[in-house]
């Protein structure tokens, strides 16, 4: 039991489960299996926090958030330890989620103020006689559900930002990274006086259920599946919480014919293999212009048939995190080469379980599964197009709309303007990912709302608006006082100014 793991609330203890190494099935941890009782008593203690955390004002979250990322700082070799055995991916793409997390954590607590606190806003003419301002107040608790992928990265993105805006967290990590989410809390447990501020709650998709839910939970931050962020929404429907949902995508990388190539292809292969394709914002399918589509391919062909999963230190990434995602990818391998594409890297003797080697597919048929669904390995799909009006069509093409990638000298915000998803790379990948001040969120099957940047912040509040009264009009019009006189020179005054 650690400082800021739930306590068993009643006895017996509750059942536990273990968290394993992909690459040996070794057990790295053993964790409770919370269940409803004992996530609503945190969260009922985490009500109190936030009471406590919302008082202190924004210069002394600031402070204390500003310790936790030194803290941060201080721990990112051992929390990239078990990152690294949790999910089996390398230490330096580990080390790699934590320098992100830290720098957005900064970020978020600097800019609080700024984006959240209280400002004057114009109230216009007719209303000139009232001081308007605006605030944007914590909700109280936010529920944040984070995947394996990613797990001090991706929840960060929620609980850096809830945590600035004011609010306490309770975050329920994935089943298969329990203990990346307490090392995480504890390394911010004794910055705050004692305060469950930022507690974790463990155990299976029930755990997260019955955070959703908890009566307590002002809002859900959902990062996960489409299909359980559905399930998601569902459960908050019954009780009007809102929720924050970030799915999965199937993005697509542009190649223009004046695009580096050099440059793409690499772009293409990092952004499609690292972290084993286990990337919601990775590259799945690339769209390549005719007259550049060969030298392309030989560059991607050649810089990826050298590439080798496996564990640490050996590998250039690791294994599949979640056992049952390999099924997925030998399914669009399968399916897209009996629908007619050529393996040019890779094949289905590239699925050794618990890893892929990487596949990259030519001509894949666009109703192929490696082309529909999202696939969540090092599987790359390359189709040649005509033209960019061919190439943006089938980007947009699928239901998810979280990320995309632009490799052009210069047409590169002209195209990203025709691309139906949440964020756009232009001549680099992932890279607003990294950028604090940019919003992070997709449209479609990829979810709604933001993480990152001033939307992020704002996101885990309530807009509060106040209009004080500095001086009555000499024509009331909101009082039983009112006359028809009065009301014909409003009436006049609008004609004026807004008939004309
Ligand atoms: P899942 O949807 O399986 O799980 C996500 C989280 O939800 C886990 O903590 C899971 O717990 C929990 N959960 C499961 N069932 C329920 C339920 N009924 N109610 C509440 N919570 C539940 O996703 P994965 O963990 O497999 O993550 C991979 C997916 O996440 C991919 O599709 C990927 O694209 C997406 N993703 C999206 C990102 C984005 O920002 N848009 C970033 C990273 C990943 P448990 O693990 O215990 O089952």
Aim: proline fraction near 6%; glycine fraction near 10%.
């Amino acid at each position: 039991m650690t400082a800021t793991e739930v306590p068993a609330e009643a006895a017996p203890a509750p059942p536990t489960f273990e968290s394993l190494d992909p690459r040996t099935g070794d057990v790295v941890g053993t964790h409770p299996v919370h269940d409803a009782a004992a996530v609503d008593a945190a969260v009922a203690r985490a009500v109190e926090a936030a009471k406590w955390w919302g008082a202190l004002g924004y210069a002394e979250r600031r402070r204390r958030l500003g310790e936790w990322r030194k803290a941060l700082v201080r721990s990112i070799d051992a929390l990239a330890q078990v990152v690294s055995d949790e999910t089996g991916k390398p230490l330096d793409d580990a080390k790699l989620e934590l320098v992100l997390a830290i720098d957005h954590l900064d970020w978020a607590a600097k800019h609080a103020e700024k984006v959240l606190g209280r400002r004057k806003v114009s109230s216009g003419l007719l209303m000139s006689n009232q001081a308007a301002s605006l605030t944007y107040a914590p909700i109280g608790v936010i529920g944040v559900i984070g995947p394996w992928n990613y797990p001090v990265f991706t929840p960060m993105g929620s609980i850096a930002y809830a945590l600035a805006a004011g609010n306490a967290v309770v975050f329920k990590p994935s089943e298969l990274t329990p203990g990346v989410g307490v090392a995480l809390a504890d390394t911010l447990a004794e910055l705050v006086d004692g305060h469950p501020l930022l507690q974790v709650v463990t155990g299976f998709g029930e755990t997260g259920a019955a955070l959703c839910r908890s009566a307590g939970v002002g809002k859900i931050a959902f990062t996960g599946s489409t299909a359980t962020g559905k399930r998601v929404m569902a459960a908050c429907a019954e009780t009007l919480t809102p929720v924050l949902i970030e799915c999965g995508g199937k993005d697509p990388l542009i190649v223009d014919s004046d695009a580096d190539i050099e440059a793409a292809a690499d772009a293409a292969v990092w952004g499609g293999m690292s972290n084993a394709g286990q990337t919601c914002v990775g590259v799945e399918r690339v769209y390549v212009l005719e007259d550049v589509a060969d030298a392309f391919t030989a560059r991607v062909v050649a810089k990826s048939s050298t590439l080798r999963p496996g564990g640490n230190p050996a590998g250039d990434f690791g294994p599949m995190t979640m056992p049952a995602q390999t099924e997925v990818v030998r399914r669009h391998v399968e399916d897209a080469l009996a629908k007619g594409g050529r393996a040019v890297v890779g094949g289905n003797e590239s699925i050794r379980p618990p890893f892929v080697e990487p596949v990259v597919i030519l001509d894949v048929p666009e109703d192929s599964s490696a082309i529909t669904e999202e696939t969540f390995g090092p599987l790359l799909v390359v189709n040649r197009v005509p033209d960019l009006d061919e190439a943006v069509r089938r980007a947009n093409a699928t239901g998810y709309g979280l990320g995309a990638t632009v490799f052009s000298k210069k047409r590169g915000e002209e195209i990203a303007a025709r691309l139906r998803c949440g964020m756009v790379a232009i001549n680099s990948v992932i890279s607003f990912a990294g950028i604090p001040s940019l919003p992070f969120g997709g449209v479609g099957d990829s979810g709604f709302g933001r993480i990152h940047g001033e939307d992020g912040l704002r996101e885990f509040t309530r807009p509060q608006a106040v209009a004080r009264q500095k001086f009555a009009l000499p024509i009331a019009v909101t009082s039983f006082k009112r006359t028809s006189r009065g009301m014909a020179t409003l009436v006049g005054l609008i004609k004026m100014r807004h008939g004309r």
